[in-house]
């Protein structure tokens, strides 16, 4: 009997990798044929590949997060009971150690690096994986420690048995609904990180869900009474509080990550103490949010990676001093009146790209449109002031004239250090 590996990506050749060592019968297929494999596994990949007529040998199917549900092969495997699962599912019945698993529409990355970070400091043994870098499966230990893992609605469809035991729900937005279908579906597939969760697990989950039934793990809703932030002050009920000079991330969307990290590491025994030590050296990740330098008293902040209105959203509210805003990029329906400037308005607006002029169709207040990326940031610089905000945070994916968001963040910090600065 054999395991079947359907899709070959990044945790499906994880999969592959783990099983070849283990020495195992397996098989893989993915719809987009041979492709030019890492040269460790290329070999065994192209000797293991699948034909129809081993169906009657395969006794499990291992499916990548990327292989739609409606997938002929998915089908086959369920209309001949054959169990399929997910990645994650496969790592965990291997792991040695807890699980801390992150899950939501928005800050999954965020949370997952800093809760690594505060185990890490804190002298506990913890690794990170999942969706932010290598696959659960990859990162399999031979000793005992703590696995990170940010995991999408995609693995969460097909787990049996993944049973953190700290697990958070971040939040839920309108996202991936090509997928899902429906909200509610997408809701549910995220609710699954709690489903085998026993009363010495823990779920820790958004206050908007109140009221929801979700596993048998114990429960803390965030926010709640006692679990919180007032200014630099954060209450994490039981396990006390803790006061920081300053912040290390901008915006209440970061302080409630803070939050949750916070709480998921003191459910593990870090002291509160050492939580707020440890906050004081986390860098934040880059792209989102990330203060790439001042330069002749005007700072830069680098939001890359929003690349829709709700994540551009909380950048605008989280703007403390006056700012020049730069969005567009390429188009996905965008709309831009989405966003909400009441509270926070820019000093002025740069739009470039593709959407740049729907921008200044839609937007209200001073917008100028710049279609070339590089002459927008220069025009969002000439228009800030000493004190004053250039902020990238585009609303848009960057497809129009980059490869992707990390392309366009990183050559926005390249065109700030291309300033001339003498202070
Ligand atoms: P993910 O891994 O879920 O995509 P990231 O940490 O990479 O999350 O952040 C993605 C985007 O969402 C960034 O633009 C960031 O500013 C924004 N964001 C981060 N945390 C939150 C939050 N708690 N609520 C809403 N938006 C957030």
């Known amino acids: 009997m054999a395991d079947l590996i359907l899709g070959l990506g990044r945790s499906g050749i994880a999969v592959a990798r783990h099983l070849n060592q283990r020495g195992g019968r397996w098989f893989c297929y993915d719809d987009k044929g041979l492709q030019p494999w890492p040269d460790d596994i290329r070999n065994e990949l192209e000797k293991n590949w699948f034909d129809v007529a081993m169906w009657s040998d395969v006794d499990r199917l291992v499916v990548s997060p ?91 469809e097909h787990i049996v048995e993944f049973r953190p035991k700290v697990a958070l729900l971040l939040n839920v937005s309108a996202d991936h609904l090509d997928r899902h279908h429906s909200l509610k579906a997408y809701e549910d597939a995220k609710f699954r990180i709690f489903e085998n969760q026993s009363p010495d697990d823990l779920a820790i989950i958004d206050t908007t869900f109140r009221g929801r039934s979700h596993g048998q793990g114990q429960t803390i809703w965030v926010p709640d009474l006692g679990v919180g932030w007032h200014d630099n002050r954060f209450e994490l009920g039981s396990f006390g509080s803790f006061e920081m000079n300053s912040v290390p991330l901008l915006g209440d969307h970061n302080r409630l990550n803070i939050l949750f990290a916070s709480l998921a590491v003191a459910s593990l025994g870090v002291p509160t103490s050492q939580i ?65 400037f009441d509270v926070h308005p820019p000093k002025h607006i740069v739009a470039y790209g593709d959407t740049g002029p729907k921008a200044l169709e839609q937007l209200p207040g001073k917008v100028r449109f710049v279609a070339d990326f590089s002459e927008a940031c220069a ?14 945070s585009p609303a848009c994916a960057s497809f129009d004239q980059f490869n992707n968001y990390t392309e366009r963040g990183k050559r926005f910090k390249q065109l700030f250090q291309l300033l001339e600065c003498s202070s």
């Not at 086959?76 to 994650?88: M, Q």
């Not at 050296?281 to 929003?306: M, P, Q, Y």
Request: aromatic share 6%; proline share 4%; hydrophobic share 40%.
């Open 66 to 156: 990327g292989v739609p549900m409606e997938h002929p092969m998915l089908l086959h495997a369920r209309e001949n009971h054959v169990p399929v699962i997910s990645e994650i599912e496969y790592a965990f019945n291997q792991a040695e150690g807890p699980v801390i698993a992150v899950t939501g529409s928005n800050g999954k990355s965020t949370t997952v690096t800093l809760i690594h970070h505060l185990l890490r400091d804190g002298g506990l043994n913890a690794v990170l994986c999942g969706n932010i870098g290598d696959a659960f499966t990859a990162q399999l230990r031979n000793e005992s420690c703590i696995y990170v893992v940010e995991v999408s609605s995609f693995q969460l």
């Open 379 to 392: 025009a969002a610089h000439a228009l800030a002031s000493h004190g004053e905000v250039v902020l990238l």
């Open 276 to 340: 707020a030590h440890s906050l004081a050296s986390f860098k934040g990740l880059e792209h989102r949010l990330e203060t790439v330098g001042t330069c002749h008293g005007v700072t830069w902040i680098n939001d890359s990676k929003a690349t829709n209105p709700a994540s551009t959203q909380v950048a605008i509210d989280a703007m403390v001093n006056p700012y020049v805003l730069i969005l567009g990029g390429s188009d996905k329906d965008t709309d831009f009146r989405l966003l909400n």
